[in-house]
């Protein structure tokens, strides 16, 4: 358990930045920390994988490999999931539950893939256990394996984590399409705001106009609390047989908050007031009720909460945005809109309306905008600074970098002349 392999996936385009996340947290250089498409690989120890999945903010688990090999068929795979000494991971009084992916794999089928690994182990554990072996649980198993088939390459694991990561534990209130907790904290690593190699933070305010349930706001602030990332939930690892309850508890000690850390000004807010109310629950769950601020208003009338900050939002898109506090769905026999194309109640455009709202009040700010929209700053008739790839689960988004000043060159062209 000293030298393990481990790959952690994230979503596309966040690979580098769970890459400095691993390395702060394991130490690992080299070739013992790789980016690879959509993840990290990295040889650490069974204490480092116990610690990825307490700490890490970009990850959505944490693997353990257990066989790498080539195969042709699925009698192949039967004999790669026989030599794994599933023994020493989990008793066949438990429950688990095989999940398979596949990459240009030559198998026809990958449900008979499944079954085929799922009687190796089966038989596997007969021949040790004297003819007992484990049953599937396909809910609630006590353990996960995962393999993942390449063209010519089947590669086993054992999942550490056991729900996504990106389920924090905190966010029982959520509206109808929540961001993922791992992709807000991918957006705010993004932004600079966060920094994942060093753990420290912009002492710049900052905002999400558009928050939600909150999610872009609480990760921020937890982050700026000091607070890891799975304090509140459990893991898969806690199941397996080389869990020591003894070295978990000396790791959650460690990952304590500290007192000294310094306060950062963390706000949102939302047009409707039933989503200013789930954030601030779930920032009451999350530890972080003292460490952010929700109100209601409307992003187009909110007035800076500081002088200058940065601004990180993932914007509403097909709907209405209405002012005075509600945001109201597409009708299920109305046209499909996009996401640029969200307009307020007015029947106005809400990014460019957004944008002027920004140029005026808010010079000196940064805002970073997620959008699968890779025309938003011209609709919004705004020049991005920076552009950076995103996914948002199978989403091609880019993240958009502007940088606010005081109208536009032709408003400020057109402008009266101040009074004396």
């Not at 990760?219 to 978990?248: C, D, M, N, T």
Request: charged share 25%; with cysteine; aromatic share 8%.
């Amino acid at each position: 358990m000293n030298e393990l392999s481990l790959f952690l996936p994230c979503a596309a385009g966040v690979e580098d930045f769970l890459a400095q996340e691993v390395h702060a947290l394991t130490g690992r250089v080299g070739q013992d920390l790789l980016s690879a498409r959509g993840g990290v690989r990295v040889r650490a120890g069974w204490r480092d994988a116990l610690k990825l999945n307490l700490h890490s903010r970009l990850a959505q688990r944490v693997l353990i490999e257990v066989a790498h090999a080539p195969y042709r068929s699925e009698n192949d795979l039967y004999a790669i999931a026989s030599g794994v000494a599933w023994e020493v991971w989990f008793t066949p009084k438990q429950t688990f539950k095989i999940e398979t992916t596949a990459q240009h794999s030559p198998l026809q089928s990958l449900n008979f893939a499944t079954l085929r690994i799922k009687d190796a182990i089966a038989d596997r554990f007969r021949a040790k256990a004297g003819g007992v072996r484990p049953s599937i649980e396909t809910q609630w198993p006590d353990v996960r394996v995962f393999a993942h088939l390449t063209t010519e390459f089947c590669t086993l694991y054992i999942d550490t984590s056991g729900e996504p990561l990106f389920k924090r534990g905190w966010r029982q209130d959520k509206g109808d399409a929540p961001l993922k907790e791992t992709l807000a904290a991918a957006m705010l690593a993004a932004s600079g705001w966060w920094n994942p190699e060093t753990g420290e933070v912009s002492p710049q305010p900052l905002y999400d106009p558009c928050c939600g349930s909150g999610t872009i706001a609480i990760e921020a602030a937890q982050i700026a609390s000091g607070i890891a990332a799975g304090s509140l939930r459990r893991f898969g690892f806690e199941k397996l047989l080389p869990f020591q309850s003894h070295v978990w508890g000396a790791l959650k000690a460690e990952a304590a908050p500290k007192a000294d850390r310094q306060p950062t000004r963390v706000f949102g807010s939302d047009v409707s007031h039933r989503m200013v109310d789930f954030a601030e629950r779930n920032a009451e769950r999350a530890g972080v009720a003292q460490a952010v601020q929700f109100r209601g208003g409307d992003a187009l009338q909110r007035m800076p909460p500081a002088e200058s900050g940065v601004i990180v939002l993932n914007p509403p898109y097909g709907e209405r945005i209405e002012v005075g506090g509600v945001t109201r769905g597409r009708r299920a026999d109305a046209p499909a809109r996009g996401r640029e194309e969200a307009q307020t109640e007015d029947g106005g455009e809400f990014f460019v309306q957004l944008a002027s709202h920004w140029k005026r009040n808010y010079p000196g700010w940064t805002a970073w905008v997620l959008t699968p929209d890779i025309k938003l700053p011209k609709r919004m008739r705004l020049k991005e600074s920076r552009r950076v790839p995103m996914w948002n689960g199978p989403i091609e988004c880019r993240l958009f970098r502007f940088d606010m000043v005081a109208g536009s060159a032709r408003e400020r062209a057109v402008a009266p002349p101040s009074q004396p």
